[in-house]
């Protein structure tokens, strides 16, 4: 597995778990954030939190170089 590879898998890692963490808000509020009426709110407190997990990472781990020799 490349570096690029291992990377990636991260970065998804991060992207996915920052959003299912941050649905969380559902057991603090669930009358505003639901999956019928809230939808739109819980899809934003989501977004938000994929977007830090994926800052964290990146600080953590910044793009690979290429490694491929020509």
Do not use: C, R
């Not at 970065?11 to 739109?40: H, M, R």
């Amino acid at each position: 597995m490349t570096n690029t590879q291992v990377w990636f898998k991260g970065f998804v890692a991060a992207l996915i778990g920052g959003a299912v963490n941050s649905l969380s808000v559902i057991l603090v509020d669930p009358v505003e954030f639901n999956f019928t009426t809230g939808l739109g709110k819980l899809a934003s407190v989501a977004g938000a939190g994929a977007l830090i997990g994926v800052i964290a990472y990146l600080k953590k781990s910044p793009l690979p170089e290429n490694t491929h020799e020509k």
